[in-house]
């Protein structure tokens, strides 16, 4: 474990369009997972993992005006986030911000459809830029 409590979960993938990125990651391996809808955070979501490999989640924007329709108006494709697992949220933050990081909140803890309504939270690390983290 690291002083942070943190582990890798997986990197958040945005795009306009999901195909080209599944035609790439299943020619890598990777099972292209269920595609979901998440109406907390607005988009869909498919989780595609393989052994040995780090996780990628598909964003695609949702119906409705959600989180990704910024930076879906710059890039067709674009690993934004990178995704950590903690037991304890609280005592995470705290250990960056006493790392002298300064952590500023952009979503706050909401259930995931995608990994069975465990919580998720996103934060910008100042100098790295934005993480999501699931509760355990």
Known sequence: MNEFGLTFHHMG?????????????????????MRFYD???KVNLRLCTAAKKPAVELITKGEE???LDNILKKYNELIYHTCYETDDLEKS???IEARELRV???????????FGGRHVSF???MGFGLIEILEQ
């Open 65 to 67: 005006e959600g989180p």
């Open 39 to 41: 109406p907390e955070q």
């Open 93 to 95: 933050l705290a250990a």
């Open 123 to 125: 934060y910008t690390i």
């Open 13 to 33: 993938l945005a795009l306009k369009k999901e195909e080209e990125a599944l035609k790439f990651l299943t020619g890598l391996g990777y099972d292209e997972g």
């Open 104 to 114: 500023i909140p952009v979503s706050s803890p909401k259930p995931a459809i995608l």
